[in-house]
């Protein structure tokens, strides 16, 4: 019995990591050599209020004058950014 179920979970786990190989083949819809992503706390850097707001958009605006680069966005959790939102979600009547 022991050696079925581990035969059962070693295929299971061959096909996992297969599953996880053919991942990177994937293709995207964009060139991923051609992305770059980055991480700016503007909070740590010392802006406030108004001022983190400009940031966002004064940074936007200079990384579209660029050369090569053909789009630009901000986000809260970024792409493949490996963070989650951390939203509650209450729902009526319900207590945790």
């Not at 051609?34 to 983190?52: E, I, N, P, Q």
Request: hydrophobic share 45%; proline share 1%.
């Amino acid at each position: 019995m022991q050696v079925a179920i581990s035969l059962v979970l070693l295929v299971g786990a061959g096909l996992f990591l297969r599953t996880l190989w053919k991942l990177q083949t994937v293709e995207l819809g964009y060139a991923k050599e051609k992305l770059l992503l980055l991480t700016v706390d503007g909070v740590t850097a010392g802006y406030k209020d108004a001022r983190l707001g400009n940031l966002w958009h004064d940074l936007a605006d200079r990384i579209r004058l660029l050369s090569g680069v053909r789009g630009v966005t901000y986000s809260m959790n970024g792409l493949m950014g490996g963070s989650e939102s951390a939203d509650e979600i209450d729902v009526e009547g319900f207590t945790p």
